[in-house]
Structure formats: C-alpha cells, structure tokens
C-alpha cells in the first residue's frame, strides 16, 4: 500500500489532536521515497519531527520542510540478534516481492539456476513475529537484501539484521550501505 493508504499511518487528525495535548509526536518513516516524503511532508504541521531510517540525509532531495527532518539508520538492539551455533539454512531473503519486479527477477533468477533461497518476511506477505524471524536469520549463512525503494537504493534495517547474526550479506551496491560499511 502507498504511504497515504498503509493502515499503520494515523490520521493527520489523530496527530494534531495528540500534539494539541502537548506531547511530542514523531513520525517514523521506513522509507525516504518521494511518495513516503511528501506524505511525510503532508503531515509536518502535525508533528515535532519526521524520522526516516533508511538514509542520513536522502530525504532531502524530495522534502520542502527539511527543519522538520531527521535521518537515522534503522536501529538495532545487538543484544536480541546472535548467529546460532550450526547454519542450516543456505540462503534467506527477508524481505518483501509485491511490487518489487528487480527482487522477483533476483529470486527466480537464483532458483531456475537451481539455487534454493528460503523467503521469509515482508510487510504484506507471510510475516513472522520477530524471535522467529531472528531464528531464521541466526540459523542462515547467507542473506540477500535487495536495497530498492522507490526511485533509488537505501538502507535497509535487515541490513544489520543479517549482519548481528553472522551471515554474510550480499546486496547492490548503494551510497547508504557503503557510507557505514566497507565492501568485502
């Protein structure tokens, strides 16, 4: 669903009427899309602040009210994700397909070639508690991430996932990625 329609957004209404009760309201975007932005700029008025967790400063490009922008990599408690002792599953991409062509074509590139990679997660798709979802991720030696979104590449919070539980990630190449990790 799109920024606007995606029922974990709260009405605009809900927002003020909190801010007017005087607390702090931030909206947390996954996102810095151009879609995601402008809603995110639709809401501004509403809020103290809009976090995006995928880029310290992508949104930018899109937003028209910067001074109400923050950006942060997707946090990650490295307490809660720790490799398991024995790898049993090869390859493991979390993550979602609907909508997403480049990621489809990845996969079924992978399994025509008769290499076997386990999906899991995705927002609108099978979606698994997170202890689960960290099992998966513990017990995998190999974890893809397709870092798309929107119009351009970003981070992705799976990106840490994966690495906190000792898989070796492979992903495209993205500024994001490569401005806190260094390839090979």
Known sequence: PSARSSQMN???????????DKAKVVGVWHESSPDVVRVADEHADCVDLNLFLDTKDQFLKHTKRPEKCFGLYDPRDSEEFKPAEEKTIG????????????????????????IAVTKIGGRSELFLPQDQMIEMLAMSKICLNFSDGGQGK???????????????LMEWENDETSSILMPF
């Open 10 to 20: 709260g009405k605009k209404e809900t927002w003020k009427r909190i801010r007017d």
């Open 91 to 114: 390859i493991v991409f979390n993550g979602t397909l609907v909508a997403r062509q480049q990621r489809c074509q990845g996969l079924f590139t992978l399994l025509a070639n008769g």
């Open 154 to 168: 970003h981070y992705k919070g799976r990106v840490a996932e994966a690495l906190l539980c000792g898989c070796l």
